[in-house]
């Protein structure tokens, strides 16, 4: 590192920066769906789950054993789906026409929950891998939510990403099914969305406080 970055780092000014800062305050989400992408399909069931803040200097777990989550079903809005996206999931899409939430209310509800346990802080949407939940959640926000997405449009962490870095191997082999035991959560992977998001808060929780020994990589742990 140069003399001058380093001089920034270790200033007065940098040091009380950190401190000033908003923390940030990670939700663990997960979709089900009825297809690959949001309008011509639904979200027929989403989670989110309080998974940690992290203020610039320690990152700290939820307190409480019990998870603090949000979970709705919803109603679809449209007629299209793929007959393999349900058999993933086992949601019964008939029963959710009938009685699923609207999105319009289910995406209000769902970000003004956000925002208030959000306070003081900046909520981030962290899920493994980012991009699938991303998309759709942040398409229904802005689509629905009567105040838009309460992570903005880009406050999100991919755990996937995270990994490939600390563990110091290709995004390819960084996939949930390829986690060493010491990062896994003893939850199953059950494609129920609050089951599945807490999962994956446990799991983020692990891939955030890991240090690797000699800066990344596994020692004698195999993918």
């Known amino acids: 590192m140069g003399r001058s970055n380093q001089e920034a780092i270790e200033s007065p000014f940098f040091?009380?920066?950190?401190?000033?800062?908003?923390?940030?305050?990670?939700?663990?989400?997960?979709?089900?769906?009825?297809?690959?992408?949001?309008?011509?399909?639904s979200i027929l069931s989403f989670a989110l789950v309080y998974a940690g803040s992290f203020d610039g200097v320690k990152f700290e777990r939820?307190?409480?054993?019990?998870?603090?989550?949000?979970?709705?079903?919803?109603?679809?809005?449209?007629?299209?789906?793929q007959a393999e996206?349900?058999?993933?999931?086992?949601?019964?899409?008939?029963?959710?026409i009938r009685s699923g939430q609207e999105p319009r209310q289910a995406m209000s509800e769902a970000s003004g929950w956000v925002r208030e346990i959000s306070k003081p802080g900046r909520a981030v949407l962290v899920a493994y891998p980012l991009s699938f939940d991303w998309s759709w959640l942040y398409w229904y926000f802005v689509q629905f939510s009567n105040d838009g997405s309460p992570f903005g449009y880009s406050r999100c962490f991919d755990i996937k990403?995270?990994?490939?870095?600390?563990?110091?191997?290709?995004?390819?082999?960084?996939?949930?099914?390829?986690?060493?035991d010491f990062l896994r959560s003893a939850r199953a992977h059950s494609h129920n969305a609050l089951d599945d998001a807490i999962e994956q808060a446990e799991i983020f929780a692990k891939v955030?406080?890991?240090?690797?020994?000699?800066?990344?990589?596994?020692?004698?742990?195999s993918w």
């Open 85 to 96: 996206a349900l058999r993933v999931n086992g949601l019964d899409r008939e029963r959710l």
């Open 208 to 221: 955030f406080e890991w240090e690797a020994e000699h800066g990344g990589g596994f020692s004698g742990a």
């Open 62 to 81: 939820p307190a409480d054993r019990k998870p603090i989550a949000f979970y709705r079903e919803l109603k679809p809005i449209s007629g299209s789906f």
């Open 161 to 180: 990403t995270a990994v490939a870095v600390k563990g110091r191997v290709p995004i390819g082999e960084a996939g949930r099914t390829r986690l060493p």
């Open 15 to 41: 040091v009380r920066d950190l401190r000033e800062r908003s923390p940030d305050i990670y939700f663990s989400a997960d979709v089900e769906t009825d297809g690959p992408i949001p309008g011509p399909f």
